[in-house]
Nanobody, 118 residues
Framework: QVQLVESGGGLVQAGGSLRLSCAAS????????MGWFRQAPGKEREFVAR???????SYSDSVKGRFTISRDNAKNTVYLQMNSLQSDDTAVYYC????????????WGQGTQVTVSS
């Protein structure tokens, strides 16, 4: 059974950086569209970034220019490099897989907390 496990969250000062990782089990990870989402306290979960199997990327306006999503198919891992972090970036970050590449994320990780102190 395919699972996603996030890591790399923590506490960082405003202006700092963190890199999140999402490790996937399973031999066909490289065919999945992968995404990062986040949910702040009292708010709905929101899209952050996604990367296709071929490496094309897309970002929400709120993180564009500050965050970078990437993947290493040899390691079955997707990353989210987060720079110039702001207090509004504080949230639980989730990794998700769209295994059919149809826009529906059907596999989710457990989440990792990112807290940005001002």
């Amino acid at each position: 059974q395919v699972q996603l496990v996030e890591s790399g969250g923590g506490l960082v000062q405003a202006g700092g950086s963190l890199r999140l990782s999402c490790a996937a089990s399973g031999r066909i990870f490289n065919t999945y569209r992968m995404g990062w989402f986040r949910q702040a306290p009292g708010k709905e979960r929101e899209f952050v970034a996604r990367i296709s199997w071929s490496g094309s990327t897309s970002y929400s306006d709120s993180v564009k220019g500050r965050f970078t999503i990437s993947r290493d198919n040899a390691k079955n891992t997707v990353y989210l490099q987060m720079n110039s972090l702001q207090s509004d970036d504080t949230a639980v970050y989730y990794c998700a897989a769209d295994r059919t590449n149809t826009g529906g994320y059907d596999l989710w990780g457990q989440g990792t907390q990112v807290t940005v102190s001002s």
